[in-house]
């Protein structure tokens, strides 16, 4: 560790760098480089590699494969693909525009103004991220289905004769909009957190009301931060199978991710169309990639300076009453509403509804589902394993991503743009596909790798670099460079400077970033479903047993669990972050 | 191979004789193996049928052996195929069992099997197998069944499911494509009941599911009213008092005999050994039709399933020439016959 980091100080500190030194900066990034082949690049190739011919290059041997573009052309002649490819495009941009709106506005409302109990409002919104996105389409069922769903039978007693309908785009669309608002949430308030609130008081000593200010400095300041949560959401839902899986099929919506899963499960799988499948939605992930680096590129998005700030709260008056209602209907839809189904069916022996009275018939509800859950051995296990990934996927996925991020953005390194590029491509992978790739690529290595909780970690590492990355990102890119500067000229080193300096001012976003590689760790069903073995059993796959099974009630019991101990989890990590947060504004 | 099976069988028509109580022992293999199974301790069991349904047939298991701990990993039926043929091909075939539901993914992997036939092999259907090293460990049932607080009048045959009184998205169907259980049941549709059958059936409009399970969700929650399902994926609900009557057409109730095996690199072979050996005894199979909802493929059932009378329901297996060579063209025909995209 200590030989790369002289070597970074070397290259940032002076032009003139000794021989030592520049050799140093070289193996640094060449061991960056490396790490990332390994996990990026080495699986990828084995996926296109698939996609070019009919055979698994594990079972047929490297030699014998057939190379041809066959599945491109299948799938690309195939009027489906087009069909779920249009749906996918309708689906996750409208689906973004909501998001972004939601989040953004919620951001603002408990980083920036002084409504009522904004703290408890900011930690319930998240509770839906901590939800499977099966678990979330299966929640909107029980509560938008048009014929049972619980807001029609509400309606239906109240005499209206208004029926909602989720099974249709705008019902995807509006589920996946509030489901990934919490997402761009992240993003933005960590940015606004991290704002310098001096220039919001010049708009305002210059006369500009609050909302001129917000649209005028505000939201321009934090833009790197809402460009990058739209991006990221938006090619996270083009990823996403749990969802439109649950709402899409009683009416025949496609999306890829659907389609996709449909290949691999078909009697014979049909894994070298779903790889194809796959690089054809990398390939539109990459264009809005390179569509997001043109648009950041030459801009100076620095908030952190030298000065001590501490974030502060616009006073709204009475509108802080219109802000509490806002966030109080936005954790009804987001939180209360899909929790309470969950709860609901978690404790209600069948989800049979003959009308809005029996919802409320006590002999129909039992904790038979919550007991025969946790009479499973396979609950403890899989919760203990869980666990154990996700902790180990944060830490060594949490350093590497400051690691990457710190190369990419605060220093100037030759090979930074490559760094940058290969961290990013996972997040076009869906993850059912990316699973049998990493199976593929790793099942092979010398060594006892696969069947340990180890290769888990390794992919979810690998897989969710790239959100990692743009989290912790955003934060290092709001530091001024006067900062590092004034520690350097003190005399200190490169790594005394980021443990000093750096580390504790992007302590928000290392923990957000951390915490939330945890939570997608734990959610992760793609690429465990490959890589489990009989003792790394972990929690999404067991809840995809209870789902495939038809148990919705021991789903749902199940989910609850699993929210429950991330909420908990999460908890700590908050409570952590808020002691680094302050420690950093001291120091500064 | 054929001498073997002999004296199996032989042993096996002694064993019989002498299980005259259902407490009496039965077999389940030699003193020897019983106690290389014991020694060995574990075993590791892949399947593609629900994970819930084979933790109780390990309980079940259990209560005979306690001493041997089965190591469970479930998947989807294609998904587990694909790890079965990867891990083989590294060398890494951790499974010691494996249980799969489609026959037609199994065969070109018979070779990774090794020789194995249960003591009561002579009593199985011939039938039902595909290759004497791969048995029917479970074989599941097609039924039809309904919501009882929305169907006042409820359908009695496989024709009745055309009639358009149960049109309009009442009806639920699995889709062609999920795989060997629901191609079992729509050959049997197309063979059995008519060329035209598909066809008057999916005038009705029915909803489309990926796989049972969810079907029978939706047939609880009343999404649906009524549904063709396998018996093992709606009767649980039943049991535990859902709205729901289950009845056997007489046309005639498809089944799906799975094909299990054990790899020539089982780690424990004399567990896995045993462990079949018990699944496909009576003691195993009358568990699996009482507690879990399957029929069997012995000659003889010990006992049938709630409302399955076999003097009015004959048990119909596919062929299994026509089950492989039918196939691709078949749900290409049925996806354009329900309108459903693939």
Redesign the interface.
């Known amino acids: 560790m200590r030989d790369p980091a002289t070597q970074l100080q070397s290259a940032v500190l002076s032009p003139r760098t000794d021989r030592l030194r520049s050799l140093l900066a070289a193996a640094w990034v060449l061991s960056l480089l490396a790490l990332l082949a390994f996990l990026v690049v080495y699986p990828l190739l084995m996926l296109l590699l698939g996609a070019l011919t009919d055979t698994n290059p594990v079972v047929d041997g490297f030699g014998v494969f057939r190379l041809s573009i066959h599945n491109f052309t299948t799938v690309l002649t195939n009027a489906n693909v087009a069909e779920a490819l249009a749906n996918t495009l309708i689906i996750c941009g409208g689906g973004t525009v909501i998001a972004v709106a939601i989040g953004l506005t919620f951001s603002w409302i408990v980083v920036r103004t002084n409504t009522p109990c904004k703290r408890f409002v900011a930690a319930a919104s998240m509770l839906p991220l901590f939800a499977p996105p099966l678990v979330a389409g299966v929640a909107w069922v029980i509560l938008g289905s048009p014929k049972t769903g619980l807001i029609n039978t509400a309606f239906k007693w109240i005499g209206l004769d208004f029926r909602i309908d989720l099974y249709t785009l705008p019902g995807l669309i509006f589920v996946f909009g509030i489901y990934y608002a919490p997402y761009v949430y992240m993003f933005t308030s960590s940015a606004l957190r991290n704002m310098d609130p001096s220039l919001e008081e010049a708009s305002e000593v210059a006369g500009a009301n609050p909302i001129t200010t917000l649209f005028s400095v505000t939201f321009p300041l934090i833009m790197p931060a809402i460009i990058s949560g739209t991006l990221l959401s938006f090619v996270v839902m083009l990823g996403i199978y749990g969802i439109p899986a649950v709402l899409g099929a009683p009416s025949d919506i496609n999306v890829l991710t659907t389609y996709i899963f449909k290949l691999t499960n078909w009697s014979p799988p049909l894994y070298n169309t779903a790889a194809a499948v796959a690089i054809i939605l990398m390939v539109v992930t990459g264009a809005l990639v390179i569509a997001q680096q043109r648009v950041l590129s030459g801009r100076s998005f620095t908030t952190v300076a030298g000065k001590a700030f501490r974030p502060r709260s616009i006073d709204l008056g009475g509108w802080r009453w219109l802000t509490l209602a806002l966030a109080a209907l936005y954790l009804l839809v987001v939180v209360v509403l899909p929790t309470l189904a969950l709860i609901i069916a978690a404790f209600r022996k069948f989800l049979f509804f003959r009308d809005l009275a029996s919802v409320f018939d006590m002999r129909a509800y039992s904790l038979d589902h919550m007991r025969s859950i946790l009479d499973n051995p396979l609950t403890i296990n899989s919760i203990y394993n869980s666990v154990e990934v996700g902790i180990i996927t944060a830490l060594a996925g949490g350093a590497l991503a400051f690691a990457i991020g710190y190369t990419i953005h605060r220093t100037q390194l030759a090979g930074r743009r490559s760094i940058d590029l290969l961290s990013t491509l996972p997040v076009a992978v869906p993850g059912l596909v990316v699973g049998v790739a990493y199976l593929w690529a790793w099942i092979g290595l010398p060594g006892g790798l696969y069947g340990t909780l180890w290769i888990l970690a390794l992919a979810f590492v690998a897989r969710f670099m790239p959100d990692t990355v743009k989290t912790l990102s955003t934060s290092l890119m709001q530091i001024h460079r006067e900062l590092e500067e004034a520690s350097w000229i003190c005399g200190k080193g490169t790594l005394t400077t980021i443990r000093s300096v750096v580390l504790p001012l992007a302590s928000p976003g290392v923990i957000a970033a951390m915490t939330l590689l945890f939570v997608l760790a734990i959610r992760e069903l793609g690429s465990s479903l490959f890589l489990y073995t009989s003792n790394t059993m972990v929690m999404s796959v067991l809840l995809l047993d209870y789902y495939e099974g038809g148990n919705i009630g021991k789903t749902a019991a199940f989910s609850l669990l699993q929210m429950l101990l991330l909420g908990g989890l999460i908890g700590v990590a908050n409570w952590l972050s808020r002691g680094a947060s302050q420690i950093g504004t001291t120091r500064s | 191979m054929q001498n073997k099976l002999k004296t199996m069988a032989g042993a096996l028509g002694l064993a019989v004789v002498l299980a005259a109580g259902p407490a009496a022992a039965q077999n389940f293999g030699p003193p020897e193996l019983i106690e290389a199974a014991k020694k060995e301790g574990k075993l590791?069991?892949y399947t593609a049928n629900?994970?819930?349904?084979e933790?109780q047939v390990i309980k079940a298991f259990n209560k005979r052996f306690p001493e041997i701990k089965v190591?469970?990993?479930?998947?989807?039926?294609?998904?587990l195929?694909?790890?079965v043929?990867?891990?083989?091909?590294?060398g890494?075939l951790?499974a010691d069992v494996v249980d799969h539901s489609?026959r037609?993914?199994m065969l070109p992997l018979v070779d990774l099997f090794q020789d194995y036939a249960p003591p009561n092999a002579a009593d199985y259907r011939p039938d039902a197998m595909i290759s004497p090293k791969l048995w029917p460990r479970a074989t599941l049932v097609w039924s039809i069944a309904y919501?009882t607080?929305l169907v006042k009048n409820p359908p009695k045959t496989w024709m009745d499911l055309t009639k358009p009184e149960y049109g309009n998205k009442q009806i639920g169907q699995v889709f062609a494509?999920?795989?060997?259980t629901t191609?079992t049941r729509i050959m049997f549709e197309r063979q059995v009941l008519g060329e035209d059958y598909w066809k008057k059936q999916a005038a009705t409009n029915p909803?489309?599911?990926?796989?049972?399970?969810?079907?029978?969700?939706?047939l609880?929650?009343?999404?649906v009213s009524i549904a063709p399902l396998l018996y093992n994926?709606i009767y649980p609900?039943q049991k535990?008092?859902?709205?729901i009557k289950i009845f056997f057409a007489p046309e005639g109730a498809p089944v799906n005999p799975y094909a299990t095996g054990i790899p020539k690199t089982a780690a424990h072979p004399n567990a896995a050994k045993l462990f079949l050996n018990w699944c496909l005894s009576e003691e195993g199979q009358t568990f699996m039709i009482k507690e879990l909802g399957n029929l069997t493929s012995l000659k003889t059932a010990p006992v049938y399933p709630e409302g399955f009378d076999p003097k009015v329901v004959k048990v119909w297996l596919p062929n299994f020439d026509q089950y492989v060579k039918l196939h691709a063209q078949w749900v290409e025909e049925w996806n354009k016959t329900y309108n459903?995209?693939?």
Do not use: C
């Open positions: 590791v069991y629900f994970a819930e349904v933790q190591e469970m990993v479930r998947a989807p039926g294609g998904q195929i694909t790890r043929k990867t891990e083989a091909a590294a890494k951790a489609d037609a993914l919501n607080e494509a999920s795989g060997g191609w909803v489309l599911y990926p796989s049972g399970a969810p079907t029978s969700d939706s609880v929650r009343g999404e994926a609900k535990e008092g859902a709205p459903y995209r693939q």
